[in-house]
């Protein structure tokens, strides 16, 4: 691996190498399982702004830990983000989620998460906005948002929905039940399922493939395939920063928030 503005750049919670053309990227917060806290996310918004027009990167690999690739946004940090002066101010700052997920759906190479373990919430949203998900066959995907009693933000439904379709966007949104790498797989989630640990060798294998071609033609394809698929994304999710401000301030996010920490069924009251 050689070095250069990319990985000498010092991060706190990314581990950054490069072997030519193609960039690996690795989330490091072992402590907390790679929860995605401010910096976490900040960081990796940095890197994909770093990298989103660079002739000279052809293709990026997001991977997490062996065990695990993200136990998703960290809770415990939520209210951090929630209880600002203001609420204006509030709105901007949940809009780092977002943000992280466009930034890297904007990277002009092609990007491959290489998925080993859960992969969860705002994790398993950014591996959404990627081009391609390769996971290993102990893997799984899980949104759990709705069962805390929020809306699954990050304007991450459109995605959702265009990958895997509206009845199984439904399902996996709203009941946030995991979803092995056998049924991302079947259902649009993921592009390949292998043996377990071998995620990310798998992915550098079909970054190879991306570096031998021509890369010209292989960024207007991306461009005019995600131009297509994404049409409405916008138009359909703008608000659920909105709808997050609000269910954050129910007292059913309470009780779900509260009931995850105590490892008890919550009790919903429509509050």
């Known amino acids: 691996m050689t070095g250069d503005d990319l990985t000498n750049r010092s991060f706190e919670t990314l581990r950054v190498t490069r072997a030519g053309p193609l960039v690996e990227v690795t989330l490091?917060?072992?402590?907390?399982r790679n929860a995605l806290n401010a910096t976490l996310m900040r960081e990796l918004t940095?890197?994909?702004r770093m990298v989103r027009?660079?002739?000279d990167v052809l293709a990026v690999i997001l991977a997490g830990g062996e065990a695990y690739f993200?136990?998703?946004a960290d809770l415990r940090a939520i209210e951090e983000r929630i209880t600002a002066p203001t609420v204006l101010a509030t709105r901007e700052a949940i809009m780092a989620g977002p943000d992280l997920c466009h930034a890297w759906e904007e990277i002009e190479a092609i990007t491959l998460a290489a998925i080993e373990g859960y992969c969860l919430g705002g994790a398993c949203a950014l591996a959404l906005a990627c081009d391609f998900r390769l996971m290993g066959d102990g893997a799984y995907l899980r949104l759990p948002e709705v069962p805390l009693g929020i809306n699954m933000s990050w304007n991450s439904v459109p995605r959702v929905t265009t990958l895997a379709g509206p009845s199984r966007a439904k399902r996996f949104v709203i009941f946030g039940e995991p979803a092995d790498a056998?049924?991302?797989l079947a259902w649009g989630l993921a592009d390949e399922v292998v043996a377990t640990g071998q995620a990310l060798a798998v992915a550098r294998q079909?970054?190879?493939?991306?570096?031998?071609?021509?890369?010209?033609?292989?960024r207007m394809?991306?461009?005019a395939v995600n131009a297509q698929a994404n049409l409405n994304h916008h138009a359909t999710s703008f608000m659920d920063r909105d709808q997050y401000l609000v269910t954050t301030?129910?007292?059913d996010f309470r009780e779900g928030r509260l009931a995850f920490f105590e490892k008890r069924k919550p009790a919903f009251r429509g509050d």
């Open 53 to 55: 027009r660079r002739a």
């Open 206 to 218: 079909w970054a190879e493939k991306v570096c031998a071609l021509p890369p010209l033609p292989v």
């Open 28 to 32: 490091h917060r072992p402590d907390a």
């Open 70 to 72: 993200s136990a998703g």
């Open 46 to 48: 940095e890197f994909a």
């Open 182 to 184: 056998a049924t991302c």
């Open 221 to 223: 394809t991306k461009e």
């Open 249 to 251: 301030r129910t007292e």
